[in-house]
């Protein structure tokens, strides 16, 4: 992922999308994590939490890329992951949805088998507003 909006305080309006998304994520049991038009970390609920071993409210927003480097992402056959190749970047830069298989490291230093599935969001057909991913701990 390249260039990115400069950190900001997160007082702008959020798209109605995102705001749709980011209740619909929060009733889920499934670990789910949104990223706006920006290609920044703007949600994850609970159930991710679990996964990652952080609470969103530690978190802050800020670019998915440098917020997936934190977590070491590789193949299962251990080869780093860039973020252009997780399923994140590819809905964020290719606009269409995918399904990967992969290794992370939580913040409590557990590696994870993890398989995502991440999806562009669009308010119309060519009105990206942000991305969606969905979690499973394998």
């Not at 900001?8 to 309006?13: M, P, T």
């Not at 190749?85 to 409590?108: K, M, N």
């Not at 230093?109 to 009105?127: C, I, M, Q, S, W």
């Amino acid at each position: 992922m390249t260039a990115y909006a400069p950190r900001v305080a997160s007082s702008r309006q959020k798209h109605l999308v995102l705001i749709l998304a980011r209740e619909f994520a929060s009733n889920l049991a499934t670990p789910t994590l949104i990223a706006d038009e920006r290609g920044w970390l703007v949600y994850y609920n609970e159930a991710a939490e679990e996964i990652l071993e952080r609470p969103f409210s530690a978190a802050e927003e800020m670019p998915l890329e440098e917020w997936v480097g934190q977590f070491s992402p590789r193949t299962l056959d251990s080869e780093p992951l860039p973020p252009e190749r997780l399923p994140a970047g590819i809905a964020f830069y290719e606009r269409r949805a995918t399904h990967e298989r992969f290794t992370i490291t939580s913040v409590d230093g557990v590696e994870r088998n993890v398989a995502v599935t991440a999806f562009p969001l669009f308010a119309h057909t060519d009105e990206l507003v942000g991305i969606m991913t969905i979690w499973w701990r394998e």
